[in-house]
């Protein structure tokens, strides 16, 4: 009893002065989002903490009814009964558990959504501001400016670029390159070795070879003739 009325009723160890204004403060408008998630999370702690001890508990008794089961049923069944008691207990702080968590995460994700909205609506102001304070006039006027700079500048890129002095005609030196290549080319071809002459065989037939053959037909008229006489 003393943890649940140190919860809500707050700090016994705070000096007198913290607590009329913290008293003056809850009178006048409830406690901060903060002191409230706060708030839950103490009573969170403080009920799992019941919850290992009734677990606890729960085993002993137990073990209690088991060991004087068959020895002695008065004691055993006495331990069943603490044992549903507890149980009882037990499912109680599983519920307000559940309640508590619920309640906590709604109050944390009303505070994140409060602060999210806070923030957009100092920025729509400060928006609002510089908007105020702008003249779309002048933003033409400065991007106008802005463009001529930047005209001016390429023009002067430019010049500054451009080539000075003598101009040549560009066909001119094209063609004169050009010249000077196939001179280079022919100059490489005379200087190449030229190529051993080679001696083509006669198609003509030797001398030997025509008599020869004038004497095969002669043969061959004079066997002829005879066959004929």
Known sequence: MSKI??????????????S???????HRGGPSPQEAIHKLRETEEMLTKKQDYLEKRIEQELMIA?????KNKRVALQALKRKKRLEQQLTQIDGTLST???????????HTNTEVLKNMGLAAKAMKRIHESTDIGK???LMDDINEQQDLAKEISDAISRPSGEMFDEDELMAE????ENEALEESISDLPSAP??????TRPSHRTTTKKRV???DDMRMLASWAT
């Open 5 to 18: 009325s140190k919860l809500f009723k707050g700090s016994s160890s705070s000096s007198s002065s913290s």
């Open 20 to 26: 009329s204004k913290s008293k003056s403060k809850q």
């Open 66 to 70: 088991k060991k004087h089961g068959t």
């Open 100 to 110: 508590i968590e619920f309640q906590r995460e709604a109050l944390e994700n009303s």
């Open 139 to 141: 933003i033409d006027d």
């Open 177 to 180: 390159l050009a010249e000077l």
């Open 197 to 202: 002459a080679m001696k083509l065989p006669s």
């Open 216 to 218: 095969e037909d002669d």
